[in-house]
Nanobody
Framework: QVQLVESGGGLVQPGGSLRLSCAASGSIFSTNVMGWYRQAPGKQRELVAGITRGGIPTYAESVTGRFTISRDNAKNTVYLQMNSLKPEDTAVYYC????????????????WGQGTQVTVVS
């Protein structure tokens, strides 16, 4: 099992920035990817960004150029720097971790954090 604890959500005006953090503990050796999903009211959960243990990132098209994902393997922590925030970025952001095949399926997890609210409003 892997436990994930998120922090850093909050209320921000359009154009502002927030930084989310997610600290992992437990059987981290079983995972090779960490990242963030988000879910807005009435919508499906969607992938925001992911990063491999080797530091290779992927982003949703909607956040490319505005969000940056990074990780500190020594601290078992992944970060999401969110800049130029828009009202449509409002959602609950969930950290995830898993052992993922190249094809996309999981051999371990995915494991989820409890979620942190991000609200972008004037």
């Amino acid at each position: 099992q892997v436990q994930l604890v998120e922090s850093g959500g909050g209320l921000v005006q359009p154009g502002g920035s927030l930084r989310l953090s997610c600290a992992a503990s437990g059987s981290i050796f079983s995972t090779n990817v960490m990242g963030w999903y988000r879910q807005a009211p009435g919508k499906q959960r969607e992938l925001v960004a992911g990063i491999t243990r080797g530091g290779i990132p992927t982003y949703a098209e909607s956040v490319t150029g505005r969000f940056t994902i990074s990780r500190d393997n020594a601290k078992n922590t992944v970060y999401l720097q969110m800049n130029s925030l828009k009202p449509e970025d409002t959602a609950v952001y969930y950290c995830y971790a898993g052992g993922q095949y190249p094809s996309g399926g999981y051999y371990s997890g995915p494991y989820w954090g409890q979620g942190t609210q991000v609200t972008v409003v004037s």
